[in-house]
């Protein structure tokens, strides 16, 4: 069974332009949550989808956003890009909701200059 | 606010050696706690997952332990070998679900 796969695997973005990544869960997992992670704070929670809705929303600005389609695969965007957002961004799915078991993605390595 | 300390921050050991990691959060309520391995430029993969009711996990070399009374949890790797290289980070899970990160114990292993 495939794994998590994310694309693209590098970015590198000027400040104040937009960006979208995504995620495709494994097969058969409905539930799909995003992360940061930079070397200053760590692992951070971003949000979760699980059937197309956001069921959890960490402490981040309304300029990151994601969705979730029918087929369980997940977009974010980062709008209004800042030098601050360089960071891994990592997407993990589960089967169920609230995801007691998870498996990450490779990660999204986006650079802001 | 939630927070999830791990010590030692960083570790260096010679491989065949045993280690033990420490986690101490004060999330609460609690919902469960897991252990993962991240390599350098790679994902986390899960090592063990606890909830309340579990004092005691394993997965191969790797045994996690949970005292949810005094909110801390201890990660013991067995005769360590040099994959085991790479940060080990403490995730704790609430009420709401929302994880908070320890910042991680980076594990060197040398021959």
């Known amino acids: 069974k495939a794994g998590v796969t994310q694309t693209p695997r590098y970015l590198i973005k000027t400040r104040g332009q937009q960006v979208t990544l995504s995620c495709s869960p494994i097969?058969?997992?409905?539930?799909v949550s995003w992360y940061q992670q930079t070397p200053g704070q760590g692992l951070q929670f971003l949000f979760e989808?699980?059937?197309?809705?956001?069921?959890n929303k960490g402490n981040f600005p309304g300029r990151f956003s994601g969705r979730q389609f029918s087929n369980s695969r997940s977009e974010m965007n980062v709008s209004t890009l800042e030098l601050g957002d360089s960071a891994l961004y990592l997407c993990?799915?589960?089967?169920?909701?609230?995801?007691?078991?998870?498996?990450f993605g490779p990660g999204t390595r986006l650079t802001v200059t | 606010k939630n927070q999830v300390e791990q010590s030692p921050q960083s570790l260096i050991i010679l491989e065949g050696k045993n280690c033990t990691l420490q986690c101490n959060y004060t999330v609460s309520p609690f919902s469960n706690l897991r252990w993962y391995k991240q390599d350098t430029g790679r994902g986390p993969v899960s090592l063990t997952i606890m909830t309340f009711s579990e004092n005691t996990k394993s997965n191969g070399r790797y045994t996690a332990t949970l005292d949810a009374d005094t909110k801390q949890s201890s990660l013991h790797i067995t005769a360590s070998q040099l994959s085991d290289s790479a940060s080990y980070i403490c995730?704790?899970?609430?009420?709401?679900?929302?994880?908070?990160f320890g910042r991680g114990t980076s594990l060197i292993v040398h021959p």
């Open positions: 989808y699980f059937s197309e809705t956001q069921r």
């Open positions: 097969s058969g997992h409905r539930s």
């Open positions: 995730v704790v899970s609430g009420g709401s679900y929302i994880p908070t």
């Open positions: 993990a799915s589960s089967l169920a909701e609230h995801g007691y078991e998870q498996y």
